[in-house]
């Protein structure tokens, strides 16, 4: 193996790190749906021919946590068998996906003269719709996951580039969109063909011996950054909670507890304590849960500091078979990319608060999400739309507020809520009301950042239905060492003459012509005691009138 110098290890990371951009690039402008073209819900990696990620973009953190376990199914299923022009498809999470929605995307890339994959390109995609047996993705009422979607394990799409048009129709067939399915689809495999040409480019200017030891090197010099972050904070064996409202069935206030022994330059996360495994949709995928521990690590250690395979080298996660961090199959996992992924965090957080106080974080709010089907008057087509605004508030930390209306935990702000003029060119929806929701961020030396309001009306000619899939609405963005906790979610229809509030986790919703949805999204947690917000910034929020709420 060759030796390289760090000027030239850093140019191949910069080229890495281009690489997955420009894929991700390539996705948001030729996809189809609103999704992932508007609400950017994707994310793109590459990994390199061992199954390390190397470098992934500032997409979505949850997806690409749990994307090792996916490549290693790829890899197992395939051994032996791969080409170049394959294409492989995922999106099982007992095969290393997050949940059914996200499919995944995979292109070995080839340097020439060898015969196995140097790279992987890879993109994992929410679609719209799954099939299962309600519309959107999302199905509250599931109790074993056939019921949530089709399941794709691995499998080859494109064998040595020609397309297996049998194998895409037979999964667009399970699919309410078939044709908007296929379009998104086609934007993947374009994506991951464009992250596959610049490496073959890369791989051709340097060499495989060359490259090879950069990939070595940045990922050494990844877990030598992340290991001297972590040696500063305090040693000691720490305990965290966080808690669920329900799982729309049977189970109520579900626990999620993390105990975290921090010792030297090494994290032991143990979630044995977690809650069993229920009966709702809430469960997480193994995968899925490395993710989100993962993530919360990722939110501690300083910015700067790439995330690849060597940067969590120094967390060892224990979990429990039959909890709800660890499920046994057919147990249904849908909504676990929002909760319990944020709640897993939440624990991990919480539990470092002590051990890193400067790097903590308040809690955010929580995922609420609707999805409504029904008849585009304007086309006499069927439409599928997903709420994505409205987003709620983040948490504070010790230096500032937290960001307003910019999303759960899990995404990080990196799904956006889309332009409501495009949205109500394309859908039948009328927004009233779209502003933030004053008092909703809990209060602190350091706010939480505030949720929204929002007065949807729905301009069907026929009746609509939706469902709902979230949590929230017990539970608001806990605050930290003095900080206030933040609202949580408010929901409700009015119909008629009835107004009523949703529940988090609730299939067909019949919206009428006319019907109005008023939300109030939840705030994050406050940093510090009040006592400690200084006045100006308590002057600015009174100036433009952030913190009393409107009545309801």
Not at 180 to 185: A, K, M, P, Q, T
Not at 249 to 274: E, T, W, Y
Not at 373 to 391: C, E, V, Y
Request: charged fraction near 20%; glycine fraction near 12%.
């Amino acid at each position: 193996m060759s030796t390289i110098n760090r000027i030239t290890s850093s140019i191949i990371q910069q080229r890495l790190e281009a690489v997955v951009a420009e894929m991700g690039e390539a996705m948001l402008r030729t996809a189809y749906s609103q999704i992932l073209n508007s609400s950017r819900d994707f994310s793109t990696a590459v990994f390199d021919g061992l199954g390390r990620l190397v470098a992934q973009a500032d997409h979505i953190p949850l997806h690409v946590g749990a994307l090792p376990f996916a490549v290693k199914s790829v890899l197992s299923a395939f051994e032996g068998d791969i080409w170049p022009g394959d294409v492989f498809l995922l999106n099982d999470p007992y095969f290393g996906g997050n949940h059914l929605p996200d499919v995944t995307a995979f292109v070995p890339v080839f340097a020439e003269g060898h015969d196995r994959p140097m790279f992987w390109t890879i993109n994992r995609a929410h679609q719209s719709d799954i099939g299962g047996a309600t519309h959107g993705s999302y199905n509250p009422s599931a109790t074993e996951i056939w019921q949530e979607g089709i399941r794709i394990p691995p499998i080859r799409l494109y064998e040595k580039g020609k397309l297996r048009f049998d194998l895409q129709r037979m999964i667009a067939t399970n699919i309410r969109h078939p044709a908007d399915f296929i379009g998104d689809l086609n934007a993947m495999v374009g994506s991951v063909r464009s992250g596959e040409r610049r490496l073959q480019k890369l791989l051709r200017e340097y060499g495989t011996d060359i490259v090879g030891a950069a990939l070595d090197d940045i990922l050494n010099g990844s877990e030598a950054q992340a290991r001297a972050c972590v040696e500063a904070w305090k040693d000691g064996v720490f305990e965290g909670k966080s808690f669920l409202d329900d799982d729309g069935h049977d189970a109520q206030s579900i626990r999620l507890h993390a105990k975290v022994k921090k010792q030297g330059s090494n994290l032991h996360v143990d979630l044995s304590g977690c809650h069993p495994q229920v009966t709702g949709f809430v469960n997480s995928s193994s995968a899925n849960t490395v993710s989100a521990v993962h993530m919360a690590l990722a939110f501690l250690i300083d910015p700067g500091i790439p995330k690849n395979e060597g940067t969590f080298r120094l967390v060892e996660i224990k979990t429990v078979e039959g909890t709800i961090v660890h499920p046994l199959p057919p147990a249904p996992v849908t909504l676990s990319t929002n909760h319990p992924s944020q709640e897993i965090a939440e624990a991990i957080i919480k539990a470092l608060a002590d051990s890193c106080p400067d790097r903590v974080i308040a809690g955010w709010g929580r995922r609420f999400r609707i999805a409504i089907k029904g008849i585009n008057p304007r086309t006499g087509k069927q439409f599928i739309w997903h709420l994505f605004h409205a987003r709620p508030g983040a948490g504070a930390s010790s230096q500032a507020d937290g960001w307003s209306n910019v999303g759960e935990l899990s995404s990080a702000g990196g799904l956006k809520f889309g332009s409501i003029e495009v949205a109500e060119a394309r859908f039948p929806l009328h927004f009233e009301v779209h502003e933030y929701r004053p008092g909703s961020g809990g209060a602190g030396k350091h706010r939480g950042g505030l949720g929204s309001i929002l007065s949807l009306v729905c301009e069907t000619e026929q009746a609509a239905v939706g469902n709902t899939a979230g949590d929230g609405v017990i539970t608001g963005g806990y605050g930290l060492f003095g900080g206030v906790d933040g609202l949580p979610h408010r929901y409700r229809l009015s119909s008629g003459n009835q107004v009523r509030d949703l529940k988090t986790k609730e299939t067909s919703i019949v919206i009428q012509p006319g019907d109005r949805l008023f939300v109030e999204s939840a705030g994050g947690g406050g940093f510090g005691p009040t006592a400690e917000r200084s006045a100006e910034a308590t002057k600015a929020d009174q100036r433009d009138e952030l913190l009393v709420a409107f009545a309801s």
